[in-house]
Each structure stands twice: as structure tokens, then as C-alpha cells.
């Protein structure tokens, strides 16, 4: 049983571009949780999202971000124009049935680097 | 909006000695909280997970306890030994919302 799969591990951009980040929770899990982590710093919240609906977008930025989580398919975290501030570890989380009430299991995370 | 906060900042011991981590978090409405510990470059793996209803929850040498009356949970950590050397991470869950985490350092 596979874990919670990120990809691309790397991925590099210049200013302006769009970047795609996808993850693909664990088997049987439908609550996705985006996380953005800068050089030393925490972990900070960016978006929920259950299949097909944002549940708390709370952490995402007003513009060039946005995130969906199909019926079919990986969640996609959008970045688009790229700008050197958004270089960073994003991590996505999964987690079960009941959202409460269950590990959230993380997936190794997409590097992202703007040149 | 949940504010946790993780003390200390950093920490480093030598081998084989007990220590405790600490949490504590502004909303005590929680509904469950989890310690996780991150390699550096890697993801977050999950150590513990303490339902709303419990106090504590222990595994292998890890023993997580939380108090919602006082906002506070602590990671207490039996015979430290260097593969322990991560950075340690909680979340309550309501919006699991992190700590900046404590950064152990168990010098052999």
C-alpha cells in the first residue's frame, strides 16, 4: 500500500512560469491538506480540500494560487507566475474517512525552485 | 485561528538521557493532537496521535500526554539515542495548524 505520493521531487521554474504540484493521498484516503515549508521555518497551512470540494483555503495566498482535488485523479496544488519568493518544500498530507479522527500521513514533499 | 507554540526551540543531550518536549495550543476545542518528527529534506512521519477523549498515548520509548483544560501536551522521550535527532513537530487538530517545532539534537 503506497503512501502519500508527490511528485514532481523537484521541480525548477523560472520567474513567470506556472508550476504543478501533485499528490496522490494514500489508498481509501479522501481529506488532502497542502502545506508550504520555507528554509528553517515551520510548516504552514495553506488549503483542505475533501473530493471535489475546498474545505478551508484559510492559508493560500489571494492570487496566483489555487488548488483542486478531482473526483478522479491527484490533488493539484497551481502556482502560477512564479516568483522567487515562492521557492520553498511543499508538502502534502492525506488523511482517512473522519477527519478528526485520524493520522495525517505525509508524502515527501515537491522542492521548488525559482530561478 | 489555532496559535500552537513549541518549547524549546532547541535542544541537545547526550545519549541515553529522558527528556520532554512541550506544546501548547490556544483553542482548547481540539479534537485530537499529533506529534510528528521531520528529517532534514524529508516529509513528516507521525509518531503519536491523542484523540480529544484521551490523555495519553504511548509507543515503544515516546510517550505523548495532552491536557486540554490547560492548552498543554508534552513528548516525553525515554533513553534518547542520536537516531532520535530530528526536528519535532505538533498539531491540533482542529485545522492542524503546526508548531514551529523543537530541533533534538542526542550526541553519542
Known amino acids: 500500500n503506497a503512501g502519500v505520493m508527490q511528485n514532481p521531487r523537484h521541480l525548477v521554474r523560472r520567474r513567470g512560469q506556472e508550476a504543478r504540484l501533485r499528490c496522490s493521498p494514500m489508498k481509501g484516503h479522501s481529506h488532502v491538506y497542502w502545506y508550504r515549508q520555507l528554509p528553517e521555518e515551520g510548516l504552514k497551512f495553506m488549503v483542505y480540500?475533501?473530493?471535489?470540494?475546498?474545505?478551508?483555503e484559510s492559508g493560500m495566498p489571494k492570487e496566483r494560487f489555487s488548488a483542486e482535488f478531482p473526483k478522479e485523479g491527484p490533488s493539484i496544488l497551481r502556482i502560477q507566475q512564479v516568483v522567487r519568493g515562492d521557492s520553498a518544500a511543499y508538502f502534502c498530507?492525506?488523511?482517512?474517512?473522519?477527519?478528526?479522527?485520524?493520522?495525517?500521513?505525509f508524502g515527501s514533499g515537491t522542492q521548488l525552485s525559482v530561478l | 485561528k489555532q496559535e500552537v507554540t513549541q518549547i524549546p526551540a532547541a535542544l541537545s543531550v547526550p545519549e541515553g538521557e529522558n527528556l520532554v518536549l512541550n506544546c501548547s495550543f490556544t483553542?482548547?476545542?481540539?479534537?485530537?493532537l499529533q506529534w510528528f518528527r521531520q528529517d532534514p529534506g524529508k516529509g513528516l512521519t507521525s509518531l503519536l496521535l491523542?484523540?480529544?477523549?484521551?490523555r495519553e498515548q504511548t509507543s515503544g520509548r515516546l510517550n505523548a500526554s495532552l491536557d486540554k483544560s490547560s492548552g498543554r501536551s508534552t513528548l516525553y522521550i525515554a533513553a534518547s539515542q542520536p537516531g532520535d535527532s530530528a526536528t519535532y513537530l505538533c498539531?491540533?487538530?482542529?485545522?492542524?495548524?503546526f508548531g514551529a517545532g523543537t530541533r533534538l539534537t542526542v550526541k553519542p
Open positions: 491523542i484523540q480529544s477523549s484521551q
Open positions: 498530507a492525506s488523511s482517512g474517512q473522519e477527519r478528526r479522527k485520524e493520522k495525517l500521513f
Open positions: 480540500l475533501q473530493k471535489e470540494n475546498i474545505i478551508d
Open positions: 498539531a491540533g487538530f482542529n485545522d492542524m495548524r
Open positions: 483553542d482548547s476545542a481540539i479534537y485530537n
